[in-house]
């Protein structure tokens, strides 16, 4: 016989008020069998219980952050538990009884002072990543806006990433404009549980927007950020670039004629797969181009395997998993014989690239954008 448990009445029933879908897991294992990380330090489905109890204690404030947030667990349960909202519920519970990893206080404060979590982009830096998107975008009266994420203003590879969207969406007839404020989406803060700060972060950012946005259609390049536009942004339509590509392409305004002789993988971002069901729009974008062979990895779709950024966390954090998952993913996508990986976010092209610099595969990790841009040409 285990030990007895005494119910916390009272913060079971506070969880409960949080995540109302809590009481409807009635632990059939789904979710920690189909989790990246589960081991004998972290187990979502014991979690889950302990919450439905009230016994949450400072030992899962400590392992709570290993979750990715990837949703994995949410996107395959059969009861629609919302795991990842109370896993954040937990973080908000840490960071108030102050178990967290000093890491990420550098990486809020570095929000909090530079509007990204990177580092200290200076007033220059931010100039000379609009300087390059002078000649290509049109502020004047632009029909989408294009919203870059902040991890590209320090990274030239990105860099190029927006450069084939604004190509790409050109040559489908939209006047292309750019928001320059350059600011983080607050995606990170949510799901690191600061709630104050998220409320009055996205407060200023909401309001810098939509007084500077001057289109029907803001659009992504990364998941995470149409995640957390869409959460606060109202009255404006927000779009990942697959949705608005497909659209495109399906209406016949962007059309692809040249043939191209390759076999690619789709790597699915948890963030557009698990957490908003977009995952049959890349795959129209792939195999609307003539010539091109999709095959799947072993892990797709709803089940697709985290590249292990997941909700920013682990990109910034370094967390013990992250690297391990995305040199498993890429060795996914090396066993399914493509030349190429694609994927559809900023952080999955910088943890599967950075994973094949280790691993030097045969491989050639691209966006989907990048992709789409170098086989249409000039």
């Not at 992504?220 to 927000?238: D, N, Q």
């Not at 790597?267 to 049959?280: A, G, T």
């Not at 954090?317 to 998952?325: C, F, G, H, I, Y």
């Not at 950075?354 to 691993?359: E, I, L, R």
Request: net charge positive.
């Amino acid at each position: 016989m285990g030990m007895p448990v005494t119910v916390n009445f009272e913060l079971r029933e506070e969880l409960l008020k949080l995540v109302p879908t809590l009481s409807l897991c009635y632990q059939c294992g789904t979710c920690s069998t189909y989790c990246p990380i589960t081991d004998e330090s972290y187990n979502i489905r014991l979690i889950v219980k302990k919450a439905q109890l009230g016994v949450v204690d400072p030992k899962d404030f400590k392992v709570i952050w290993d979750c990715v947030t990837c949703g994995t667990c949410q996107a395959l349960c059969p009861n629609n538990v919302e795991i990842v909202n109370l896993v954040e519920v937990i973080r908000t519970m840490a960071m108030k009884s102050k178990v967290f990893p000093t890491k990420i206080n550098e990486i809020l404060w570095k929000i909090y002072e530079n509007q990204n979590p990177w580092g200290g982009y200076t007033v220059t830096d931010k100039r000379r990543f609009l300087a390059q998107f002078s000649g290509l975008i049109n502020n004047e009266n632009p029909d989408v806006v294009i919203y870059p994420c902040c991890l590209s203003v320090g990274d030239p590879r990105l860099q190029r990433h927006i450069k084939a969207l604004i190509r790409v969406l050109t040559k489908a007839g939209l006047k292309v404009g750019m928001y320059t404020g350059l600011s983080c989406c607050g995606d990170i803060i949510l799901h690191t549980g600061n709630k104050a700060f998220y409320e009055e972060y996205t407060a200023k950012l909401r309001d810098s927007i939509m007084s500077s946005v001057k289109a029907p259609i803001i659009v992504t390049l990364s998941p995470h950020c149409e995640y957390a536009l869409k959460k606060y942004l109202k009255g404006v339509r927000v779009v990942h670039y697959v949705e608005l590509l497909d659209e495109l392409i399906r209406s016949g305004k962007l059309k692809i004629d040249k043939k191209v002789d390759i076999t690619v993988t789709y790597h699915d971002p948890c963030y557009l797969s698990k957490h908003q069901r977009i995952i049959e729009e890349p795959r129209r974008v792939i195999t609307s181009i003539p010539g091109v062979r999709l095959v799947e990895m072993a892990h797709s779709r709803e089940k697709s395997l985290c590249c292990g950024a997941g909700g920013g966390g682990g990109i910034a954090l370094e967390t013990r998993v992250s690297t391990e998952l995305s040199k498993r993913r890429l060795k996914e996508a090396v066993d399914t014989g493509a030349s190429v990986v694609l994927t559809a976010c900023t952080y999955c092209f910088r943890m599967l690239e950075d994973a094949n610099k280790v691993m030097r595969t045969s491989l050639k990790v691209m966006d989907l954008v990048e992709f789409l841009d170098s086989v249409m040409g000039d």
